[in-house]
């Protein structure tokens, strides 16, 4: 069955979303961003103007399959090289973040 | 204008010194950057230190064919020790540990620097980098192009003698349309992504940009092939690119895509030339005929579900954590997260992180990321029954000429119109070339040149016919 025209309706909160992307979004830039989208959105609608039943979904193109390697271990970076890397870290080299537990913590 | 293999030639006979050419394109570029902005980062040292280890290896006569050649990157590619930016606030300060497969590849060559780019490869104009637009040599009113502006540029306006670029959507071929130079997304997986910041991993294309079809045989021929680094890189053997050119295209099946040239906007001058070179190409012998790709009008919404979906996955390693500088006063750890990506983040990588969270979330996958990669094997077997009929399609690359900065930022969706004419060929992954094929009012426009997947042999040499037919003559450039 061909829909149309229904998408824009069902965007959800640009604050729910924020909070989805991991993205704090001031009240003014929810509010453009909202409009952006929902043209976007709008724009993509097009596409339940084409059927596609009984069309398999393309996930990868060129026909590779099972590509596989052995499983050695190919690891050649140096400790200190991929610690400087790191946006923060403490004196023992340890990469630096809040604690994971507490009352702000990810709920996940 | 050289070509790389003769320059090649000149090293090896010694007529010129690696030194004395790395030399005159970082002049280039010290005089010419601040008037385009096509390099974020150059690396004169380095450099330098390369163009010497190339001299002593060609005085020990142990030289390869990149041994001594200029050459840049779009700052998307990993370099060992060198800052990589992705054009974005959030990686300012990031030094890889490694270099991109491609970049490895020229390890002989001398890498002058890292080009500008729209941030993160979102965009079409160059415009959306934080390090500001990258300006069209041809006017420096208007833009390069994008996302591969940067590069595109440095080719153009004789910063150095190639360049790398990434294509997702048409970041490659509507730059070089733009600029004047030849533009390559080869088959998807071609080139290895090893090292290449990622986008959207089903599309991304690592490609080229040269002065003629020459040298991007030359190039391609080197940094083309498997990778066991990239699972996605390509096993097929590669062909030996040159050996395609000069031969003659008599009798060549070339189809033109009756729908694109019935897209709304489409510039007719560009049209114009776009006839002409079809004349051209009838002239050498090839036979033209009209063929459909019915779900071209589908690409551009199937595209802009699946890059932003991809993309919002691709980038969620931004966080202050694994990569980008954290935000300052923070309390908990979802708060990092939350300003690092506010602060680091520019406002179309917000736009397509947001929809792309939307498009894969609970509840919406199957309505639009599902839909839009069965769109896209609708799009695919177009390309499939075209090519049972035909041996290259042949379409414009762009339906304006380079447009104002600033003309369509404020509106997404007239950007993102800017590539109608590449996508379709990302979502099927077929190699893809862009030929500078002429010149309306002072600005550079250019026909585009498909073939089907894995066979870049066939493109180049049908570019390299049309290439030598046409005789472009170019302005000169006030730079």
New interface residues.
Partial sequence: MLQSNY?HT???S?TH??T??????SEAKQQS?QK??V???N??????T?S?EH????????G?QN?T?KDQE?YT?AKE??V??M??TDADGY?Q????F?????SH | MKTIREIRQQLDDKEISAIELTEQFLDRIKKTNSQLNSFITITEEQARKQAAQAQKDINNGTQGRFTGIPYAAKDLFCTKGIRTTAGSKILNEYIPPYSATAIERCRDAVLLGKTNLDEFAMGSSNEYSVFGPCKNPYDLTRVSGGSSGGSAVAVASGQTLFAFGTDTGGSIRQPASFCNVVGFKPTYGRISRYGVIALASSLDTVGLFTRNIDDMAYVLQEVAGSDGLDSTALEAPTEQYSTFLGGDIKGLRIGIPKEYMEVEGFDPRIKQVCTDAIKKLEQLGASIAEISLPNTKYSLPAYYVLNPAEASSNLARYDGMQYGKPAKDTHSLEEVFLKTREEGFGAEVKRRIMIGTFCLSSGYYDAYYKKAQQVRTLVKQDFDQAFEKVDIIFTPVSPFVPFKIGERMADPIAMYLADIFTIPADLAATPALSLPAGFIDGLPTAVQIIAPQFQEGKVLQVSYALEQALALQSPALQL
Avoid: C, W, Y
């Fill in positions: 998408m069902i965007l959800p640009t979303l924020a989805l992307a991991k993205i704090q979004l961003i952006e989208l043209a976007i959105l724009m993509v609608d097009e596409l339940n084409v596609t069309i398999s979904p393309t996930g990868h193109i060129t590779l590509i390697r190919n970076f090289d991929m400087k890397t946006p923060e990469l973040v809040h604690a994971v507490g009352d702000n913590s990810p």
